[in-house]
C-alpha cells in the first residue's frame, strides 16, 4: 500500500487483525526484514510494516531525513489508517525513530520495543565516522554497502549467514545514494532520548546484542540502570531478527502480550 505524505510517497504494508503493532526497520533495510516476524505477530494482532524515507520503495523526502521527520512521517501514515494506539518495535535506526515518535506522541504509545538500538545521541567519534561514511557513499555508494552489512553481524556470524548477508546486500543496494545519505545526516544529529526509560508509563523492552558491533554492550546496559526497562540479551551481534531468530520471536511475542 502507498501513502502520499508532504508530495513522497509512502510504501506500507499491513496485515492480520487485533491490537495494532508498528514494525520500524533499521538503516540500510526495508520492510522485508519483518516478514517472518510479521507472519507470526499478525496471527493476533494487526501488524503495520513501514518503508522509512529514502528506502525501500518510499521516496526520498529531502537532504536530511531527521529522526523528527521519520517520526511525524510514521504518525501521518497511522492516522491514516485510523489508528490511535499501537506497540511500536524498531530495529536500530526505527527504535531511533521510535523514541522520538514516543517523546511527540506518548498518549498514543502501548509499549515500545527497540531492538539493537540506543537511546544515546552520537559521540563526536561517530559523528566523525558518519561524515567519513557520507564521503564513502557520495564516492561509491555500492561499495559501502557491500562493506556495511556484513560488519552488522557479530565476526563469526559473517560467514554463518552468507546467504542472509548476500540477499540484504542486495536489498541495500537498491537504495539511492541520497536515501543513505540522508539518513547518515539525520542519525548524526538525533538527540538524547534516555529521559523516556525514566518517564514513560508504557512497558519498554530492549533488545540487546552482546557482540553488537554498532552498540557498546555496557553503555547499553547503564542506559537502563534505575529504569522500568525490561532487558533481553542475546549473545550475538546487531542482526537479532537473523542471529537469534526464534530467541527473538519469543521475546518479542511475550512484551506483545503484557501490553
Not at 490511535?84 to 515500545?112: C, D, E, T, W
Not at 556470524?157 to 548477508?165: G, L
Request: glycine share 6%.
Amino acid at each position: 500500500m502507498n501513502f502520499i505524505y508532504k508530495n513522497t510517497s509512502i510504501h506500507f504494508t499491513i496485515s492480520g487483525k487485533g491490537s495494532a503493532l508498528v514494525l520500524l526497520h533499521g538503516f540500510l533495510e526495508n520492510n522485508t526484514m519483518w516478514n517472518e516476524i510479521a507472519a507470526v505477530l499478525s496471527k493476533r494482532n494487526k501488524v503495520i510494516c513501514i518503508d522509512l524515507l529514502g528506502h525501500g520503495k518510499t521516496e526520498n523526502h529531502g537532504y536530511i531525513h531527521t529522526m523528527e521527520e521519520q517520526a511525524e512521517m510514521v504518525k501521518a501514515v497511522l492516522n491514516h489508517l485510523h489508528l490511535r494506539k499501537y506497540i511500536i518495535i524498531g530495529h536500530s535506526m526505527g527504535g531511533y525513530i521510535a523514541l522520538v515518535f514516543a517523546k511527540l506522541f506518548p498518549q498514543n504509545i502501548k509499549g515500545l520495543c527497540l531492538m539493537n538500538s540506543t537511546a544515546l545521541p552520537d559521540s563526536e567519534e561517530k559523528k566523525i565516522n558518519r561524515d567519513r561514511a557520507i564521503i564513502a557513499v557520495k564516492q561509491n555508494h555500492k561499495t559501502f554497502v557491500r562493506i556495511a552489512i556484513p560488519m552488522l553481524f557479530s565476526e563469526e556470524n559473517r560467514t554463518v549467514f552468507t546467504s542472509e548477508i548476500k540477499q540484504i546486500t542486495n536489498e541495500a543496494l537498491q537504495i539511492s545514494p541520497q536515501g543513505i545519505i540522508a539518513s547518515l545526516e539525520g542519525m548524526k544529529i538525533r538527540k538524547d532520548q534516555t529521559s523516556i526509560y525514566k518517564n514513560s508509563n508504557f512497558p519498554i523492552q530492549m533488545i540487546v546484542g552482546k557482540q553488537d558491533p554498532a552498540l557498546d554492550y555496557l553503555s547499553l546496559i547503564n542506559q537502563t540502570k534505575n529504569t522500568k526497562v525490561k532487558v533481553v540479551e542475546f549473545p550475538d551481534g546487531h542482526m537479532s531478527h537473523i542471529e537469534n531468530k526464534d530467541d527473538l520471536m519469543n521475546a518479542l511475542t511475550t512484551f506483545v502480550k503484557i501490553c
